[in-house]
T-cell receptor, first 110, second 114 residues
Framework: KNEVEQSPQNLTAQEGEFITINCSYSVGISALHWLQQHPGGGIVSLFMLSSGKKKHGRLIATINIQEKHSSLHITASHPRDSAVYICAVRSQGGSEKLVFGKGTKLTVNP | NAGVMQNPRHLVRRRGQEARLRCSPMKGHSHVYWYRQLPEEGLKFMVYLQKENIIDESGMPKERFSAEFPKEGPSILRIQQVVRGDSAAYFC????????????FGSGTQLSVL
């Protein structure tokens, strides 16, 4: 079993729909990152969370430390949101090493 | 302020040759991370460096792979005697501080080994 599991693996939505991507992890962490990888391969850091909730534009990320679970929500989805969304965790203990999920491929159709 | 620059964008090598991948971090960033993305797999941590020091190389294969981040110039990931299994996208990221909230990624180097 991977340390970081994402679901779903693939997600297709219609423009305007509310999107939820889930991430579960099995180790104690100091932080969790959400990343976006564009079809061309470029990677953008979206959020880093250690507790609670963060919001940036139409993106919302939440984390429940007790349940070892995080969600990334996209409101009013748009075709330009089509990308692979990757969850990554940094273990406790001061390590800078990130352990990545395999990603969720999101396709938003017009 | 230019972003993280990686070059080359694409690198083709024959088995047994050496591959040198370069990463120039953002200005003011002294922390560099290298990751590898194998086809159809997720990203994997390789190494974390600060200027002139390797801090964590727990993700580096034991042989043929090395990394450096000299006082002057870019960080270099070096793969000696490449094999077909080394074909992957190699990404570099930088940050100004340890544990920084945001990582800034380069566009990656796609290494193809023939």
């Amino acid at each position: 079993k991977n340390e970081v599991e994402q679901s779903p693996q693939n997600l297709t939505a219609q423009e305007g729909e509310f999107i939820t991507i889930n991430c579960s992890y099995s180790v104690g962490i100091s932080a969790l990152h959400w990343l976006q990888q564009h079809p061309g391969g470029g990677i953008v850091s979206l959020f880093m969370l250690s507790s609670g909730k963060k919001k940036h534009g139409r993106l919302i990320a939440t984390i429940n430390i007790q349940e070892k679970h995080s969600s990334l929500h996209i409101t009013a989805s748009h075709p330009r949101d089509s990308a692979v969304y990757i969850c990554a965790v940094r273990s406790q203990g001061g390590s800078e090493k990130l352990v990545f999920g395999k990603g969720t491929k999101l396709t938003v159709n017009p | 302020n230019a972003g993280v620059m990686q070059n080359p964008r694409h690198l083709v090598r024959r088995r047994g040759q050496e591959a040198r991948l370069r990463c120039s971090p953002m200005k003011g960033h002294s922390h560099v991370y290298w990751y590898r993305q194998l086809p159809e797999e997720g990203l994997k941590f390789m190494v974390y460096l600060q200027k002139e020091n390797i801090i964590d190389e727990s993700g580096m294969p034991k042989e043929r792979f090395s990394a450096e981040f000299p006082k002057e110039g870019p960080s270099i990931l070096r793969i000696q005697q490449v094999v077909r299994g080394d074909s992957a996208a190699y990404f570099c990221a930088s940050s100004p501080f340890k544990g920084n909230e945001k990582l800034f990624f380069g566009s990656g180097t796609q290494l193809s080994v023939l």
